[in-house]
Structure formats: C-alpha cells, structure tokens
DNA sequence: TCGTGGTGCTTTATCGTTAAAGCACATCCG
DNA sequence: CGGATGTGCTTTAACGATAAAGCACCACGA
C-alpha cells in the first residue's frame, strides 16, 4: 500500500518550500498560481507538495483568511423529539454534498450545553467554527434561533417562519400541501367525516398543516362533520388521537394526520379497535421519510424534498457568505402526493416492487 | 435589505484586555485562571468578557494549540447504503452527545472525493481540522481505512476489523449474536430447514453474522438442511432471495436474514406468494434500527446498541487524543434479542403500545 | 545612458491566542 | 540591610498561511 509515506509530524509550506528552495510566501503563490511565480518554480513546488503530501492546515487558513472553510448544521435540541431520524438524515445529506462540491466541511451542533447562557450553535457562529450556519425546523419562538437569524451572521433557516420576515427561509407549503391531500380524501374517496391530528400548535408547521386541512373541508362544505386533535408529532399521539374518540371513531370515515409517525400510531390504534384501513376509514399521513411506505397498510402521504431542501438551502448560503445576496428571501419547493394503500388508492400488497 | 449589524466584527481577547487596561496576554492568564494574575483582575476580565461577549476564536486557538477543538464522524459513501440511515443517525447522536460534554465540535465527514487522490476524510485529519475520528467503515477492504488506521492519528474505529489488528475498534459480537438468533429459532420454534440470507461477504458484519448462523446450524445437526445466499443487505436482495428460491421456498421452514432491511424484502416476496409469517415460515432479522418495530408482522431481531457503540468509541477516541493509551483495544458491547411477531414469540397485533 | 517596466523572488506583517521569559516592585529572612 | 523569594503584570515569540510591499535583475525604448 503505502504510497504516500507515512509522517510523523505534519507537513506544512515551509517544509515543501525548503525542498523547492524558496520561501514559503513563494510557496503559497506558486500553490495559488500566481502569474509573478514561474511556470518552472510552480512545477517544482506543486510536485514536492505531491511528494510530501501536502495538505494546509486548516486553522493557520481560517485565521488568516478570516473563513472557517466550514457550515454548521444546527438541530435545536426540541427537534429530536418532534421530527424522526430520518428527516434530519436527508437533510444532512443535502447539506453535504453541496459543501463537498465547495470543499467545505460540515459541522453538525446540536443545542444540548445552555449552561453559560449561550446556546451551543451561538457559540459555534461566534467562535467562528463555522462561516455560516444552516438551522432546520426550529420552533416557532426559539430565542436563540432569533437572534442567531438577527446577528447578521449568514443563516438560512428550513421551514417557514412567518414571525421572522428577514430572515432567509427555505421550505414547502404546508398550507397548499395538506389541503391538497385532504382534497384528495373528499374528492377521490369520497370522505365526508374528517379528522385532522395535528402536531403541537407552536410549531409552524403545524399551524400550516391544520390550517391547510380547515381550508380544504370548508371549501367541500365539510367543515361541521370535522374535528382538529392536537398532537405532537410522535406515534404514540397519533395513538392517543384515535383512542381519545371511543366509539366515536366509528363516526369518522378519513383521518388526515400531521405526519407519518402519527399516522401509524393511529393506524395501529384502529387496527387495534376491529376497524380496518382504507376499508372502513381512509387515513393519511405527512412526510414520507421512510416510515410510511413500510407498514401494512402503506401510507398514502405528502412526500417532502427535504434533501432538496437542504441542498437549496445550502447553496443559499454559499451565495450569502460569499455576499451574493440576491435570490428571494422565501423559497417554497414543490411536494408531491405519494397515494399508496391507506386511502384506498393502491390495492393492499399490490404495490409493485421496486 | 443590508444593515449592518451592531457586531460587525467579532469581539477579540484584546478588545477583552483593552478595556480592563491589560494586555491581552494578561486577560488570557486571567480567564484560564492563572495563579500570576490577581483575583481583582481575574473578576474584570470576566466581567468585560462577558459584557461584550466574547468568545475564543477556534482557529486562533487550534493553530496556537495544535488542536482543533473537533471531533470527524467519518462514513465511507459505501456505508451509508449498506447500513441504513438509522444506524448512521444513532451513531451520530452517540457521538455527539460525548463530545459536547467534552466542548467539542463534530464534523461529519461523508462523501469521499477522490479528486486529488485523496479521500475527503483523508484531508480532514491531514489539514488538522479533527483532532481524531470515528470510522464507520463496513467494508473488510478500504484502503483509506486502513492508511488512515495506520497513520499515528488518533482513530477509533465501530465494528470489527480483523484485518486491522493494530486499530483500536468498538463493535458487537455478530457470530455469537447471529448464532444466538438462528438457536432461538431452531430451539424456541423448531424450525429444522433453514436458510440464511448475508451481507455481501465483503463485508466482515456479513462474514461474521453467516458464520454465527452456520455454528449454530452445526450444532444443531441441520447443517444438511440449511442453505445460504449471499444478499447484500438491501430490501431487495431479501426480495430477491427468497424469489430465487421458486417454489423451493416452501421447503423452508425459517430464514436468518442478516439485517431487518432484507428481513422485510423477504417478508413482502413471502406474502406475495401466500406464505404466512411466521405460520408457514418463520423469520428473524439483525440491527433493530427502527424498520423491524414497524412492519406487519413485526420483526423479531438482534438490537445493535449503536448509539452506545458510538458513545464508547468516542469516550475512547478522546482517551486516545489526551494521551491515555490503556483500554482493551478491541472492545465488544453485548446485545440483545428483540422477540415480537415474525418468529412466532408474540402473537400479531398483541405487541404492547409503548 | 538613463529611466521605465516587467519578472521572480524575499521580507514583512497579520490573523487571535497563549506559553515562556522578562521585569519592575514589594516582602521576607538571616 | 542585602540577597532571595513572590507577585502581577508586560514583552516576546510562535502556531501556519498569505496578502502586500520590497528589491534585485534584466530587457527595452528613447
């Protein structure tokens, strides 16, 4: 193996210089092709640079430079609970592999450490770890999340956050999204006792959702025969929702649920109680970030871009770093309906396999 | 649309010192609390430190340090499609978690661009943005891997690596683990004609979980009747698996599969052909990283402690960063077996809610 | 012949932090 | 009362990279 020698101690410019013979400003410019160093002399130090396996250091750039050559991808502690892994997953992969394309590294803060007042991704803008950061599905009234967008500092931020008009968004339409959906319930399936499971009221996202599926109802004139059950985005909620009916779940002929964990939690619930699924109530989720096309039955539902999403959001970020700043400081992306088995559209077990 | 922000520039240790009427010398000694500096001006120091919000510049310290101040996640690309987006996710909160206690940063490093002949995460140790990583290699043959193991970097590698004797590795006992599953089906459930479905067997996880299986198939007598196909962990090699089979499958009474992913590609082509799980097959999958909990039946597995087996790692990649070399080099955490509903322990639809 | 303009490097200074050495001044002990 | 020890700061230097300025040297035109 061994092609590249093993070293002992780092190499840094200096040392590929003094094998040149030059200096290591001469270096550097030779390394940053610059026209007052000779073809000859860069040819000389980009080959010792190979030899040697010059790599620069990251901190004496970042000092100099005054650029951290880094992103930082901050999690509010809050959202662990109130979105799956998965969510976080594709986006981080988003995020990634737009900052591998601009050879910057990825920071991943999660808010655990608020013990000297500062929130741990305060910390990480103002120690400079990072030249910006992006922030995915904060509450709606995360102080830290506030002042972070207000510090000047480049932040995009993924999701709608109506109470922060100058910060930099990147999200879907919740509102359209979830009336969509709930159209297709009424119209293709022909609900008209529904029910709406919501995540917690002070997440954006939430409020949009529900209010999608109020306005969806009411324009069919259903708005009577429906009900809104506040949730929390987990499974065992959207358990909760279903069992909190009694018998009066029988009354119910389609349930539009939030997200996808809710939705299986109250799939099993029905399950649960003798009713079966599309057959006896039609349900829905939101999401589509793995869950929903694994259980029995899958779960027709909102597919959500977040990779798309972190990656917009990313290269939004690049340009602001780098003070390009035009582009609309609100992004929506598109979402698309995945109909599977739980409203009645695809067969039980008909699903093709790949 | 551009203000500028009350903190145009960053608050640097000597705008600290400046306004207590030190030098930043003496503010630093004063904040890392030196014996030279008197109490009164250690509490101005604080108080103006404070005041104006200072916070070390990471770069400035990791140069004059020698130490980043972070942590690398590093996961080859191939990873990521061998084990799930779970199993990553679960090893990045273990990570995390530990290196907050400890102020320090994580950087997740992902793709690999070969670019300059150097893997992405090759770069991140080399120009001392890490002070150390944390591999999550499957493969039994990553060159980088191996170069980066051997390099005197402190490396801790998740999962095992026989190969690699020298590295210091956290992993699971699969041959013991998969051989305790395939013993729980063939003593627990009878099950006398059996089959395993591996990971691509370049992989030491797949080698490691076929030899459990076929030690306890030994052991049982039922080597005979016990047949092997080589998957690749993906829900359709478990798929295709079984299809391949034809109408052979029926001779079998259990299947091993080497992880959940596969398990449920098995499960769907079984249903697909009218077999009852586990009524006319039993079967069992390996990792417990969320999909298992959720299919119809549920899937009786192997829970992977992943989240600790990157808790232990990292507590002992900071061991090995701050110089302490003692610990077993090669640890293994225990595991556990998860019965619920696809060998028959649990009755369908009687798992307990929470 | 002198100046003007490249060419190709070296010197210098800086980014922010911190260990080590330096230096006044005070205090203590024999 | 003079050397030793302490106290509390300042000065210096270094971490590694890199813009900017400096300086030889050569070539060319007037």
Redesign the pocket.
């Given at each position: 193996m061994g092609k590249i020698p093993a070293h002992r101690s780092?190499v840094?410019?200096?040392d590929v210089?003094e094998q040149v013979?030059?200096?290591?400003?001469?270096?550097?410019?030779a390394?940053?092709d610059s026209?007052?160093?000779?073809e000859?002399?860069k040819t000389l130090v980009r080959a010792a640079a190979a030899e040697l396996g010059?790599v620069?250091?990251s901190?004496?750039?970042a000092?100099?430079?005054?650029r951290a050559g880094a992103v930082a991808l901050i999690v509010p502690n809050t959202t662990r609970h109130v979105f799956g892994h998965s969510y976080f997953m594709h986006v981080l992969t988003g995020v990634s592999s737009v900052a591998n394309d601009r050879d910057t590294q990825v920071l991943v803060s999660t808010n655990s450490d608020e013990a000297n007042g500062l929130a741990a991704y305060e910390r990480v803008m103002r120690s400079k770890s990072a030249d910006g950061a992006i922030v995915t599905s904060a509450a709606v009234t995360d102080p830290y999340v506030e002042r972070l967008s207000q510090s000047g500092l480049p932040v995009v931020l993924i999701g709608n956050f109506p109470y922060l008009p100058d910060s930099i968004t990147v999200g879907i339409d919740d509102v359209a999204a979830e009336a969509a959906i709930t159209r297709h319930l009424i119209q293709v399936h022909g609900t008209k006792r529904l029910m709406h499971v919501s995540g917690p009221l002070d997440h954006q996202t939430a409020i949009d959702r529900r209010d999608g599926f109020l306005a969806a109802v009411a324009e069919a004139g259903l708005l009577e025969s429906s009900l809104v059950i506040e949730g929390d985005f987990s499974e065992d909620a959207g358990w909760q929702a279903v069992r909190s009916l009694g018998q009066g779940i029988r009354d119910i002929d389609g349930i539009v649920f939030a997200n996808d964990d809710m939705a299986f939690g109250g799939l099993e619930a029905l399950t649960d109680q003798g009713l079966t699924v599309p057959g006896d109530v039609a349900i829905v989720g939101f999401d589509d970030f793995g869950l929903s096309r694994l259980t029995t039955p899958s779960i027709t539902t909102v597919s959500v871009p977040a990779e798309d999403l972190a990656r917009v959001a990313t290269e939004r970020l690049f340009d602001i770093i780098d003070g390009v700043s035009d582009g609309p400081a609100h992004q929506h992306l598109p979402v698309s309906l995945t109909l599977r088995s739980s409203c009645g559209c695809v067969p039980k077990g008909a699903q093709p396999h790949r």
């Open positions: 780092a840094t410019l200096r210089a013979g030059i200096t290591a400003s001469a270096a550097s410019m390394l940053s026209s007052r160093i000779s000859k002399t010059y620069p250091s901190a004496a750039r000092l100099r430079n005054q």
